[in-house]
């Protein structure tokens, strides 16, 4: 399944140094085996943040590459009235294995 190997991560704001670090959640997931991990580098609002991530996932049940995806999820994210904005869209970074490798 596409899917597999993506994790989410959403940044909830207050401390960003040591431990609580996204970077350091990323590199913690990626090292336990998470092949990649979509994060948000900054606090994003909840319902934008949940339709970015259906779209997001319907894409990738679609056979879409991760990568694409994403970028796929936030132009349909950004052409919502009211999230137009970057804060609700831009945020959300993916870490790790970018496209498949061949075979998987």
Do not use: C
């Not at 009211?82 to 869209?89: D, F, I, L, N, T």
């Amino acid at each position: 399944m596409p899917s597999r190997g993506v994790v989410g991560l959403r940044h909830r704001g207050g401390e960003t140094r040591g431990a609580h670090n996204p970077d350091s959640l990323v590199r913690a997931l990626t090292k336990a085996g998470a092949q990649r991990v979509v994060a948000s580098l900054w606090n994003v609002d909840s319902a934008a943040t949940g339709e970015l991530m259906r779209e997001f996932y319907a894409s990738l049940a679609k056979g879409e590459i991760p990568d694409r995806a994403l970028g796929a999820a936030q132009r349909i994210v950004r052409q919502r009235q009211g999230w137009e904005h970057p804060y609700y869209w831009a945020g959300f970074q993916l870490y790790g294995q970018l496209r498949q490798k061949k075979g998987r």
